[in-house]
C-alpha cells in the first residue's frame, strides 16, 4: 500500500454549489494544456444565430442572476439543444428563457480568469485536478448531492424530499454501523444543511457546525470520514455580516474562495491532521453554466424518473451523467500537478459523486456489501490511489485569508 | 524548502445582500426543514411578495434550533473565525481558539409565510 494512503486518517469532503468545470478552471488550458479546459474557440449559437464563443469574462456577482436554470428539462436542453446526441448547445438558448434578453443570455458563457480564483487555481496545480468529473445527474443540487451521500436519488431528478427511510443507507450511517466516525459540518444553524434533513431530524448526533470543525481540525478529533457545507445564505451574525460562501449564484464567488481556503488552512495548519487528512473539493452541479465536455452515459442506477418529474417528455433510467464540475483532491501525499483523465489503457476515468461514497466504503468498509448499495455506487471511480507518492510534499502553499 | 503564500482578497462588503429573493435552493431547503419539523403549510401563492434571502434564514434558523438544539450551545461563526484559520496554534488542542465570542442568545426570528416559488 502507498504510505499515504497507510497514513491515511481523514477524509473530508467540501462540497460547494452551482458552477461548471470550465466556467471555474477551464482557462488553465491555456497554461497546461493537460488540463481539459477551453481552447477559446468553443461556442454556443444564441438566439439570433450568432455564435458566441466562451471569453474570460466572468464577475464574481452579478451576472448570473436571475438564476440560470438548472432542472431536468432545461439542462436537457443545455446538454441536447433538441438533438439526439449531447452537443453543450443549449446553454445560451435555456439562459435566454429566464429574462429574454439575448446580451444578457451570452453570460452563461464566460469563464473565470485565472488570476481571480487564486485559491480553486493554487489548488488545481499544485494536487489533483479531475478531468472528467461529472454531476451525477443532469439535474438540480438535491438530487445531485443524493449521490454523495447516498449513492443514489432514489429514482429522483428535482428538489423534493424523499430521503427518509430508503432502501440504502447513507454513508454515515454505513460508517458508523461498524465503529468509525462521521459528520456532517454545516456552517450555521442559519445556514443549516441541505437534502439531508431526514438525518438532522432522526440523528442529529451526526452534525456539527463550521466552528467545531476548525476545533476538531485544531484538536486532531476530526472523523474518519466529513462532509463540510458552506454557508448558504447572506445573514447577520455575532461579529457583523456573513457573507454567503457557496458560490451558488449570484452570491459572491471570492467569499466561496476564501471559504475554501480556511478549510484547506485548518488542516494545513496542524502538522498530524495534514500527514492523514485527504480533502476533496467539489461542486454538487453546473448551475446551467457552460462545459464544453458532453456527458457520457454510465450505470442505471436501478430506477426510472417518469415523464411528469423530467418534464421532457421522457423517462430518464439514470443512464447518462451530468454537466461537468470542478474537483481537485489535495493531500501532501498527491503528486504536484496531477491531472486525472486516462488509466495506463488509455480508457477515460471517470467520475461523479457516487464516486464519494464507493471511495468512503473501499476505504473505511472493505467488506461492504454490493447489494446494500446501488449499481451506479458500485460501479463508481474511486480516487485514493492518488495518494502515491512515497514521501509526503513538503513544499505544499498556503494561504493567507 | 521554501513554501508559498498566497494571499486571497478579502471579500467586499458590498457582496451582502440578504434583501435579494430567495433562490430555489433556499426555498426548497425551508420547506424540507418544515416538513422534519412538523410545520409545513402549503404556500399561497397569490398577491404575496417573493421572500427574501434574509426571510427565508431566519426561518431556517428557528427550525434547525427545534431540530438540532445541540447547536444552540457552540460557538457562533464571524468573518474574524474564517479569517484566521490559517493562524497557527499548538498541536494536539488546547489551543485558543481566534476570535470567539460567548455565544449570543439568538433572537426568536419572526414568522410569516409568503409565496414560495420553485427556481
Known amino acids: ?401 | 524548502m521554501a513554501v508559498t503564500k498566497i494571499s486571497v482578497p478579502k471579500t467586499p462588503k458590498s457582496a451582502f445582500n440578504k434583501n435579494r429573493q430567495a433562490s430555489g435552493l433556499l426555498l426548497a431547503q425551508l420547506e424540507h426543514l418544515e416538513t422534519a419539523a412538523g410545520d409545513y403549510q402549503p404556500p399561497k401563492k397569490k398577491g404575496k411578495k417573493p421572500l427574501t434571502e434574509g426571510q427565508v434564514a431566519a426561518r431556517i434558523h428557528e427550525l434547525t434550533r427545534t431540530l438540532h438544539p445541540h447547536a444552540a450551545h457552540v460557538q457562533l461563526p464571524t468573518e474574524r473565525m474564517i479569517s484566521h484559520a490559517e493562524e497557527p496554534y499548538a498541536v494536539g488542542g488546547g489551543a485558543t481558539p481566534v476570535g470567539r465570542k460567548a455565544p449570543k442568545k439568538a433572537s426568536a426570528p419572526k414568522r410569516g409565510r409568503k409565496a414560495r416559488k420553485r427556481g
Open chain 1, 1 to 401: 500500500m502507498p504510505p499515504g494512503l497507510d497514513n491515511l486518517k481523514h477524509l473530508v469532503v467540501l462540497m460547494m454549489e452551482n458552477r461548471s468545470f470550465d466556467h471555474m478552471l477551464g482557462g488553465l488550458f491555456k497554461e497546461n494544456n493537460a488540463i481539459d479546459g477551453l481552447r477559446g474557440d468553443e461556442s454556443n449559437p444564441d438566439t439570433t444565430g450568432t455564435i458566441v464563443k466562451v471569453q474570460p469574462k466572468a464577475k464574481y456577482q452579478s451576472q448570473l442572476t436571475p438564476d440560470p436554470d438548472h432542472d431536468f428539462a432545461p439542462v436537457d436542453q443545455q446538454i441536447f439543444n433538441g438533438g439526439d446526441v449531447p452537443n453543450m448547445q443549449g446553454f445560451i438558448a435555456s439562459f435566454f428563457n429566464k429574462q429574454r434578453n439575448v446580451e444578457h443570455s451570452r453570460n452563461v458563457m464566460y469563464y473565470f480568469a485565472p488570476e481571480k480564483l487564486p485559491v480553486l487555481t493554487t489548488l488545481a496545480r499544485e494536487y489533483a485536478v479531475f478531468n472528467r468529473w461529472f454531476a451525477s445527474i443532469p439535474g438540480p443540487t438535491l438530487c445531485n448531492r443524493a449521490f454523495a451521500h447516498y449513492g443514489t436519488s432514489f429514482g429522483h431528478v428535482g428538489m423534493e424530499l424523499f430521503y427518509a427511510n430508503q432502501k440504502f443507507k447513507s454513508i454515515y450511517d454505513r460508517v458508523i454501523d461498524k465503529g468509525k466516525l462521521a459528520k456532517l459540518y454545516y456552517f450555521d444553524q442559519v445556514s443549516s444543511t441541505l437534502e439531508v434533513v431526514n438525518l438532522l431530524q432522526n440523528q442529529p448526533q451526526l452534525f456539527a457546525t463550521y466552528p467545531q470543525f476548525l476545533d476538531d481540525c485544531k484538536a486532531g478529533t476530526l472523523p474518519d470520514y466529513c462532509f463540510v457545507e458552506p454557508n448558504y445564505s447572506d445573514h447577520d451574525g455575532p461579529g457583523g455580516h456573513l457573507i454567503a460562501s457557496d458560490q451558488h449564484p449570484d452570491h459572491h464567488v471570492a467569499e466561496g474562495e476564501r471559504f475554501i481556503a480556511s478549510i484547506y488552512q485548518a488542516i494545513r495548519k496542524n502538522p498530524a491532521l495534514w500527514a492523514s487528512t485527504a480533502l476533496l473539493i467539489t461542486y454538487d452541479e453546473h448551475g446551467g453554466i457552460y462545459d464544453h465536455v458532453p456527458p457520457p452515459a454510465c450505470m442505471p442506477d436501478g430506477f426510472v424518473a417518469q415523464p411528469s418529474a423530467t418534464k421532457t417528455g421522457e423517462p430518464f433510467h439514470f443512464d447518462r451523467l451530468g454537466v461537468r464540475v470542478p474537483a481537485i483532491l489535495v493531500s501532501p501525499w498527491v503528486q504536484k500537478g496531477t491531472i486525472v483523465h486516462k488509466r495506463a489503457d488509455g480508457t477515460e476515468r471517470i467520475f461523479e459523486h457516487a464516486s464519494i461514497p464507493n471511495t468512503v466504503s473501499k476505504w473505511l468498509l472493505p467488506d461492504f456489501n454490493d447489494n446494500d448499495r446501488s449499481p451506479r455506487e458500485a460501479a463508481a471511480e474511486t480516487f485514493l490511489d492518488l495518494l502515491s507518492l512515497p514521501v509526503m510534499r513538503p513544499d505544499c502553499p498556503e494561504f493567507t485569508l
